[in-house]
């Protein structure tokens, strides 16, 4: 026999321990899911509310201010959202390749959010200017994203940056696709020139000193575009995983059927092989009585 009725059983027990585990994840991961999608749409209303403060504040005779003028190259950062754990599929591999792919890599500076993100960068030559760790929660997402904005800004104060995108898998229906949002610069202009339409006939007005404003308003609009990322990052981070969890728990089950029939025509030939020696017993004490 090929294998043994206990290897058998081995294999079937830790196939059914590994289909819980796998079970478990999946159902984590399409909990993870809408919660972290949810988290995102919730700022929608929030992010409109921003977008107007701008358009009212850029409608006015306000002066944009020029930007510091300097001799160095200007640079661009790359922040690229993926992953801490893996059994994920190809989450952290797809946006790794959608970023080299997108831009040349010269003079920019990567600030790379993951374990597995860091270790395929890496892998492909490159050194993360800075890494972080990906939030564990929707809650953590905040603290989060106010030290990934300080961090920003003290890259780009230091080595005069002048534009920052972020890159992050998007979830779609039982899917995800990388994306590429620019956060700076700001198209000022455009917002300037889109006069938002009110729902109401008030003019809309403010009191504040209007450089004071429009850099809270801005801060807010950065917050904003840092949350959603992450937080669209790491729903389709679980929409991956589920799909991955998906296939691997349609894989076990093949196996586990397949270790099953196994072990019934293993137990069967043992059995048949049993009573073929009781019965080769019995005729031989039979034929030992009749002579």
Not at 73 to 86: A, C, N, P, Q, T
Not at 195 to 209: A, C, E, H, N
Not at 246 to 255: L, S
């Amino acid at each position: 026999m090929s294998s043994t009725l206990e290897t058998l059983q081995k294999q079937i027990a830790n196939g059914e321990d590994l289909s819980s585990i796998v079970r478990t994840m999946k159902a984590l991961a399409a909990t993870s899911v809408r919660q972290y999608e949810k988290a995102a749409e919730s700022l929608d209303d929030y992010y409109h509310t921003v977008e107007l403060g701008l358009s009212v504040v850029l409608s006015s005779e306000f002066e944009i201010p020029a930007g510091r003028k300097s001799n160095r190259l200007k640079r661009e950062i790359k922040v690229v959202f993926g992953s801490d754990h893996g059994l994920a599929g190809r989450f952290n591999e797809q946006i790794v390749n959608y970023t080299l792919v997108d831009a040349e890599q010269s003079g920019s500076l990567m600030l790379a959010i993951g374990e597995q993100v860091i270790n395929r960068l890496q892998a492909a030559g490159i050194t993360p200017t800075r890494e972080l760790h990906v939030p564990g929660s929707i809650s953590a997402i905040t603290p989060f994203v106010q030290s990934l904005l300080e961090e920003i800004e003290k890259l780009r104060l230091a080595e005069d940056v002048e534009k920052v995108v972020l890159y992050f898998n998007r979830p779609r229906t039982a899917s995800f696709s990388p994306v590429a949002e620019t956060m700076l610069p700001v198209d000022l202009d455009n917002l300037r020139e889109t006069r938002l339409k009110w729902q109401s006939r008030s003019l809309p007005t403010f009191t504040m000193p209007t450089d004071k404003l429009l850099s809270a308003l801005l801060r807010q609009y950065f917050i904003v575009s840092l949350f959603r990322a992450c937080a669209l990052s790491l729903a389709a981070e679980n929409t991956s995983r589920l799909a991955a969890m998906q296939a691997a728990e349609k894989n076990i089950n093949e196996r586990l059927d397949q270790l099953k029939v196994a072990y019934q025509h293993e137990r069967q030939a043992a059995i048949t092989e049993e009573l073929l020696d009781i019965i080769s017993g019995f005729r031989a004490v039979r034929a030992a009585q009749t002579i």
